[in-house]
């Protein structure tokens, strides 16, 4: 073994005026480990331009743990910096950007105004998110931490493991798995995150994401090309050193990362049914060539009162079917979902009343709820599935060409479990693949309005997903039987309101 092969070599006593305390165990533990590091390899990586940690990640024998947040960026480097002469430059390499983890656990970087901040230990960096996390105004009690990192810090560091291969490769210490850069910021920075946010960290619903942006290629060294990389990889693997000290040159760093936090939780659900009063008001947005169509719309109104009480991003609307522009939705009102996307706060259920009290008293009364609450998740897949076994009862004022009769009432009330078969309708074969579906009408009843002969309101029960309208009229034929063939007469829908939609389990 070559004499450079043994701890770093100094005056230990001059370097332990580095220790916060001589009886803080935890720092030195670190200080143990930095003076046990190959003294060769320490003082290669330091020549290349590796920061302190990743010298730690890279050629410590032991694991790499969170007692190395408790010592500054300065303190490791005189710890690793060897006694001689041959290791000082110029330019010391504690201030320089690491050419391996691009500044990113030497905790430099650039924030969004592209102005450079560097913090000496873990605990400033560790603030400084936390207040950007505490700016965003999220209520949470845990939380995820997740790292993102640029691909050029895993390319350099197999540069660098190849040269370091090259040189040592029967070192113990270079066989052993290297912790990556993202997982050991979790390490310096998690445990002092979670005392610093008063949360725990687990696979929460609130992530904090921590974001490290590439600068340009000069500022942070040219990658390899594909063909470069791939003969340092093949040659790597057959043991050969093809990357010289020169060669790390091109990987020299002038600029560190751009650094940003993100915090995001994840969807929460309301629930509730609506009711549709108007029949100029659509289910969702209805935009068609910059032009509103309606007065307003059913998602609007629902999801524009329930989002600011959430202080959320964004909203999605789903509901459990759903009913044309000029068809009302009366009754015990259609089930719904409102989606609120990073929400920070989740209401209470006083609020989530007022917010009701809101809806179904405003001036227009285009629209109300009723029910409205907060659920889970799972509430998803529970609409679905019962979506697929509903029955929808309805109301509708039917017009036919003749007077209606007594034996009518009959007749039509007689059919019970009536099946029907319906070809996609015209009026939406541009927008719905032509498909034969074969629907059940549960039951009719007819309700005779006085003074008017030829009108009547139809009172009937079917299977989720029939076309009522054309089951009135018969769509040219493409729906039969028909309220038209049952009558023998030509029949028109007038208007239709929807009256109940029961779920599977309802």
Known sequence: MSADTGPASGDSAGLLNGLVSHGDSKTRRVYETA?????????DLLSLGVCERCIFRLVAVEAFDSDIS??????????????????????????R??????????FVFSDAKKELVKSDSS???????????????????????????????????RAVLSY??????????????KISVKDALKVLLLDQLKASLGAESDSSSFHIRLTYSKASDEAQGASETTHESKKRKTDAENGSNCISENSFEKYQVYEPCIFSV??????????GRYFKYSRNVSQSRWIIDDERMGEASVEEILGGNILPACLGDSYKFHAAGREDIDVRM?????????????????PSEQSLKEVEEKINNSEKKLVGVKDLKCIGSQCWAMMREGEAEKQKQYVALVWISRPLEEKDFNSVSSLKELKILQKTPVRVLHRRS???????????????????????????????????KEFVHGDLGRTTPSMGSILGCRAEIIQLDVTDVKMGDS
């Not at 690491?98 to 500044?103: A, H, K």
């Not at 993100?262 to 629930?271: E, Q």
């Not at 629907?439 to 997903?465: D, N, P, R």
């Open 164 to 177: 370091l291969k090259g040189k040592y490769s029967t070192e113990g210490w270079l066989q052993r798995d």
């Open 330 to 346: 009366l009754g015990s009102g259609r089930p719904f979902l409102i989606e609120v996307q990073n929400s920070r706060q989740c």
């Open 35 to 43: 003076r046990s590091l190959h003294s060769g390899a320490v003082k």
């Open 70 to 95: 408790s010592v500054s960026t300065s303190t490791l480097h005189s710890w690793l910096k060897s006694g001689d002469d041959e290791t000082g430059s110029s330019e010391s390499s504690c201030s």
């Open 262 to 271: 993100h915090c995001n939780k994840m969807p929460i659900f309301f629930s």
């Open 434 to 468: 032509p498909l034969d579906r074969e629907k059940i009408i549960h039951w009719m009843k007819v309700e005779k309005i006085k003074g008017h002969s030829h009108y009547f309101l139809l009172h009937l029960c079917t299977q989720a997903g029939t076309y009522i």
């Open 123 to 157: 605990s400033d960096y560790v603030a400084r998110i936390t207040d950007l996390v505490k700016q965003d105004r999220h209520e949470f009690d845990s939380f995820g931490l997740e790292v993102s990192v640029p691909s050029t810090i895993m390319e350099n560091e």
């Open 97 to 106: 950007i690491c050419i391996v983890c691009l500044g990113i656990l030497q």
